[in-house]
């Protein structure tokens, strides 16, 4: 919306600041941490007051847990209205890419929110059914792995790019929708599983952000894509400002979310920042690369896969409780412990996604 601004500049004043992308990322993320700082504590208080018993708590899980009844969930909508209210402010409204991430990311928060509320208003854990919720989750993904097939480049669309090699595509042809559907319904499911301890899935997700985002800044650049000989798609740069709306909002729902948490962000948040990542990935044509980057929300994902399906093999668990993150609580590991220990994970792990933009 700003960005309508530079229309009025003469070059060397300040509207002519709004031109550049890295500029407005760094005003998306202060405005989305600020509106998180502002309206945080409102927010909680209103959920405590609708909610009164807050988030249902499983029956068979960690002993601990039990001591969070009360909470508040549906804390994503405090994630995703700094993120929407930051990203119309300073991206351009005119690039497609935007409004194919931002209508990802809302979707997938509907469908989430519907989740919650039946969760809070029948007092139980199952929420909507899983094959409603992912029915919604494909038709809202197919939606936008067209959309994004339709604005990339001629001799990228339906390919798939290799990270490494980077002259490297196969050609998924008409598979590719679904290719693209699963990396963002994928995405969405493995964020949501994660989302099990206070602070586990946001800082994760604010680093797998800032990792894509820089990315999409690189493959929207012809300099930067041609030093680094990675492929360009024009336009993917402002995917930088809605990444930095990203961090800047999970950090503003972090200092509430922090341990012991005053507000869970519940479904609203995992499906709709998980459904992000994914559609942004889409988007840059870095889908593997969010495999990488994103490697702790697909350990948690196979965690539960293999825990499922061997259990209705043998009849025995692999894990003493799924997703991992249980496992290591039922080893006796504290909390904090855990998350920390994910958290570096995930920061390793986006190092070396990022790494595969140089190595060749």
Request: proline share 4%; charged share 10%.
């Amino acid at each position: 919306m700003l960005y309508g601004l530079t229309q009025f500049s003469e070059g060397g004043d300040v509207f002519n600041l709004f031109r550049y992308i890295t500029f407005r990322a760094g005003a998306a993320f202060l405005t989305a941490l600020l509106f998180g700082f502002l309206f945080g504590r409102p927010l909680i208080d209103l959920l405590r007051r609708k909610q009164k018993k807050g988030q249902p708590i499983r029956d068979d899980g960690p002993a601990s847990h039990f001591s969070k009844a009360g909470t508040p969930t549906m804390g994503g909508l405090l994630i995703l209205s700094a993120l929407v209210v930051s990203t119309l402010l300073w991206a351009r409204l005119d690039n497609p890419h935007v409004w194919i991430v931002l209508g990802v990311t809302l979707s997938f928060g509907l469908i989430g929110f519907a989740d919650d509320y039946a969760k809070v208003t029948k007092m139980n854990t199952k929420g909507v059914s899983g094959r409603v919720r992912m029915g919604l989750g494909l038709l809202v993904a197919g939606v936008a792995a067209w959309a994004a097939g339709t604005i990339h480049p001629d001799a990228l669309a339906g390919q798939l790019a290799v990270p490494v090699f980077k002259d490297v595509l196969i050609n998924l042809g008409l598979l590719y929708i679904p290719f693209a559907m699963f990396v963002i319904v994928g995405a969405a499911n493995a964020v949501n599983l994660t989302d099990g301890l206070d602070g586990l899935a946001i800082m994760p997700v604010m680093i797998a952000a800032a990792t894509l985002g820089l990315i999409a800044y690189i493959v929207g650049n012809a300099v930067l894509t041609g030093y680094l000989g990675v492929h360009f798609v024009p336009g993917t740069g402002e995917l930088l400002i809605f990444a930095s709306a990203l961090i800047g909002g999970g950090l503003g729902f972090l200092w509430y979310n922090a341990p012991p948490a005053a507000v869970f962000m519940g479904d609203t948040g995992s499906l709709a920042l998980g459904g992000a990542l994914g559609a942004i990935a889409v988007c840059t044509k870095h889908e593997i690369v969010l495999g990488i980057v994103g490697g702790l929300f697909v350990v948690e994902a196979l965690s539960v896969i293999i825990q499922v399906l061997y259990f209705k093999r043998t009849g025995r668990r692999v894990f003493l409780m799924a997703p991992i993150h249980h496992h290591f609580e039922k080893k006796g590991w504290a909390e904090p412990q855990i998350v920390i220990r994910f958290w570096i994970i995930s920061l390793i792990l986006a190092l070396i996604g990022l790494a595969t933009l140089k190595v060749r």
